[in-house]
């Protein structure tokens, strides 16, 4: 069972920037070391969208067309930690930021949802005008 917990969302305003951390808990099964991971994010009323994802390694990272050169995702798998650095952030990036797991997959998965199966609760962001 592995159990993910994001943190760092909060109010902001145009401009700022955010970092969200995902901690990873694992009492059982895969090792998040071993994982892909992935961020991914739900606006009210919308499709849960592809934000950024890294492999296993850290050595590779793949990024939504809507966030790219805005948004950085790094791991320390000593710490079992994601992370999600978001900067000059508008109103539009406002939704709820899921962090989430998966075994290793290929670039053309890793923007799908139904490849990962494990998720957070999620972290909400909201950006003000």
């Known amino acids: 069972q592995v159990q993910l917990v994001e943190s760092g969302g909060g109010l902001v305003q145009a401009g700022d920037s955010l970092r969200l951390s995902c901690v990873a808990s694992v009492a059982s099964g895969r090792a998040i070391s071993r994982s892909t991971m992935g961020w991914f994010r739900q606006a009210p009323g919308k499709e849960r969208e592809f934000v950024a994802a890294i492999t296993w390694s850290g050595a590779t990272s793949y990024y939504g067309d809507s966030v790219k050169g805005r948004c950085t995702i790094s791991r320390d798998n000593a710490k079992n930690t994601v992370y999600l650095q978001m900067n000059s952030l508008e109103p539009e990036n406002t939704a709820d930021y899921y962090c989430?797991?998966?075994?290793?997959?290929?670039?053309?998965?890793?923007?799908?949802?139904?490849?990962?199966?494990?998720w957070g609760q999620g972290t909400q962001v909201t950006v003000s005008s």
């Open positions: 989430a797991s998966a075994p290793i997959t290929t670039a053309q998965q890793m923007v799908l949802p139904g490849t990962y199966d494990y």
